[in-house]
C-alpha cells in the first residue's frame, strides 16, 4: 500500500519594492489630503469618494500574501483575491517585468494558464522566495 504525503496549507510572503510602495504612499497622502479639503469646503461628495479611495489603496498595503492550499493558489491583495487551480497551470517561470499584477515589486513569477493563449492573461506574483514557491506549486501540480 502505498502512503500519499499530504499537502498542507503554505503562505509565502510577498516580496515589496521601494518604488511602488513609495508611490502608493504619495497616493494615499493626496487622497487623504483631498479628503481634507473636500471636508472644509463642505463639498461631501468628493470628500466620501476620495476618504472611500483612500481605504481601497490603503488596504493594498497590509493584505499581500500568497497561500498554496491542497487544489488551487490563493492570491491575496488587499480586499481583492484571486484562485488559480493546479490542474489549469501550464507553466511557471521567473520573470522580471513592468506588467501590472497582484504585485508590489518588478521581480516575478509569471503562473501561465492553460485556457488562455496570451500573455495578458497570465497570472504574475512576487513571492519572496521565488525558488522555494515554483518548487512548491511543481510538486502539488
Given at each position: ?10 503562505t509565502f510572503t510577498t516580496r515589496k519594492d ?42 493594498l498595503l497590509f493584505k499581500n500574501d500568497i ?22 497551470i501550464k507553466e511557471l517561470k521567473k520573470v ?46
Amino acid at each position: 500500500m502505498k502512503m500519499k504525503k499530504k499537502l498542507c496549507r503554505q503562505t509565502f510572503t510577498t516580496r515589496k519594492d521601494f518604488i511602488p510602495l513609495f508611490f502608493e504612499i504619495v497616493l494615499l497622502t493626496v487622497f487623504l489630503g483631498l479628503f481634507i479639503i473636500f471636508m472644509q469646503e463642505k463639498d461631501y461628495l468628493r470628500a466620501i469618494i476620495f476618504i472611500i479611495l483612500f481605504i481601497l489603496l490603503g488596504a493594498l498595503l497590509f493584505k499581500n500574501d500568497i497561500t498554496l492550499e491542497k487544489y488551487y493558489i490563493k492570491i491575496n491583495y488587499g480586499i481583492f483575491y484571486i484562485k488559480v487551480k493546479y490542474k489549469n497551470i501550464k507553466e511557471l517561470k521567473k520573470v522580471e517585468n513592468y506588467f501590472p499584477g497582484f504585485t508590489t515589486s518588478n521581480i516575478k513569477v509569471c503562473i501561465t494558464n492553460k485556457k488562455h493563449k496570451s500573455f495578458l492573461f497570465n497570472t504574475y506574483v512576487a513571492p519572496l522566495d521565488r525558488d522555494d514557491f515554483i518548487f512548491e506549486v511543481k510538486r502539488r501540480i
